[in-house]
């Protein structure tokens, strides 16, 4: 038997496009009750070198951290997640949250965390507003991300958490966002199902939509996107795992059942990521 998933895979280089370094006031909402009962995680907040441990046994060589915020606040503040980054530069990236009830003030932290901070992105979890992605309140921020050349990250699809899922569907959503700010780099997270045809004519349509794989064990995604991934969609999907929820090991483990060629393979593990978030490497 390998001893880890890259032996196992043969990979190379792995970059995890969805992580937290989840905080206890993160790990203490009351929205995660059942991904704690799904998956069996602690509730606790894991250390930093357990998190690089976890990267470590799958290959991933850098973990893009999202800060978490909502309508209550902040629950992984942009500064925690900078905090972290700096501490492990060679690890790590940050991914920008904002308030969406302050407009401008969102465009000043996006500023912030881009130009000062270094972040590489930004994401909006829909369902945690209860705020389908073409409301009003985003719209500053796509100004925002377009004017500094960073993708919007988002949802789609069901929620975990017992929230409305409406808010991840893609059309008519994303597709009037898409519309809007031809500019604008979206990466989709969470695979989209169960509206994963909807998922792929936007990925068709719009040559600046991506699709990232986070929440799921590679074996378990949907036949049509492992098809996508295989062939002409093999430059739109990029891997994430959504830790700590999941770790990066377990949803790589059957990697070599989706029949991806070498191309399509690194491609999905780490130059998708690479190029649409601009990092070295």
Same mark, same amino acid.
């Given at each position: 038997?390998?001893?880890?998933v890259?032996?196992?895979?043969?990979?190379?280089?792995?970059?995890?496009?969805?992580?937290q370094?989840?905080n206890?006031r993160?790990?203490?909402q009351?929205?995660?009750?059942?991904?704690?009962?799904w998956t069996g995680?602690?509730?606790?907040?894991p250390?930093v070198?357990?998190?690089?441990? #976890?990267m470590?046994?799958? =290959? !991933?060589?850098c973990?893009l951290l999202s800060?978490?915020? @909502?309508?209550t606040? %902040?629950?992984?503040?942009?500064?925690?997640?900078?905090a972290?980054?700096?501490?492990h530069?060679?690890r790590?990236r940050?991914?920008?949250?904002v308030?969406?009830?302050?407009?401008?003030g969102?465009?000043?932290?996006i500023?912030r965390?881009v130009?000062e901070l270094?972040?590489?992105?930004v994401?909006?979890?829909?369902?945690l507003?209860?705020?389908p992605?073409n409301?009003r309140?985003y719209?500053p921020v796509?100004? #925002?991300?377009a004017?500094? =050349? !960073?993708?919007?990250?988002?949802q789609?699809?069901?929620? @975990?958490p017992?929230c %409305?899922s409406?808010?991840?569907?893609?059309i008519?959503?994303?597709d009037e966002?898409?519309?809007?700010?031809?500019?604008l780099?979206?990466?989709g997270?969470?695979v989209?199902?169960p509206?994963i045809?909807?998922v792929?004519?936007?990925?068709?349509?719009?040559?600046?939509?991506y699709?990232?794989?986070?929440a799921?064990?590679?074996?378990r995604l949907?036949?049509?996107?492992v098809?996508?991934?295989?062939?002409?969609?093999?430059e739109?999907?990029?891997?994430?795992s959504?830790?700590?929820?999941?770790t990066?090991?377990?949803?790589l483990r059957?990697?070599?059942?989706l029949?991806?060629?070498d191309e399509?393979?690194g491609?999905f593990?780490?130059?998708?990521a690479?190029?649409?978030?601009?990092?070295s490497?």
């Amino acid at each position: 038997m390998p001893d880890s998933v890259t032996e196992a895979a043969d990979v190379v280089d792995v970059v995890d496009a969805w992580m937290q370094q989840p905080n206890d006031r993160f790990m203490r909402q009351p929205w995660l009750e059942t991904l704690v009962r799904w998956t069996g995680m602690d509730r606790h907040a894991p250390p930093v070198r357990d998190t690089i441990a #976890a990267m470590d046994r799958a =290959g !991933v060589s850098c973990g893009l951290l999202s800060a978490w915020h @909502g309508p209550t606040g %902040p629950l992984i503040s942009n500064d925690e997640v900078a905090a972290v980054v700096a501490s492990h530069p060679d690890r790590f990236r940050g991914v920008a949250a904002v308030d969406l009830t302050d407009p401008m003030g969102a465009v000043r932290e996006i500023r912030r965390c881009v130009r000062e901070l270094g972040f590489v992105a930004v994401r909006v979890v829909p369902w945690l507003w209860n705020l389908p992605p073409n409301d009003r309140r985003y719209y500053p921020v796509y100004v #925002a991300c377009a004017e500094l =050349g !960073v993708p919007f990250c988002t949802q789609i699809g069901h929620t @975990g958490p017992l929230c %409305p899922s409406e808010p991840g569907r893609p059309i008519p959503y994303l597709d009037e966002v898409l519309l809007d700010f031809p500019e604008l780099v979206v990466v989709g997270g969470h695979v989209g199902y169960p509206w994963i045809h909807e998922v792929l004519s936007l990925a068709t349509k719009y040559p600046n939509f991506y699709i990232d794989t986070s929440a799921y064990a590679v074996h378990r995604l949907p036949a049509e996107l492992v098809e996508f991934l295989r062939g002409r969609g093999r430059e739109r999907v990029l891997f994430g795992s959504n830790y700590p929820m999941i770790t990066a090991a377990d949803c790589l483990r059957r990697l070599d059942e989706l029949g991806l060629d070498d191309e399509a393979k690194g491609l999905f593990l780490s130059g998708n990521a690479r190029r649409v978030f601009a990092l070295s490497g």
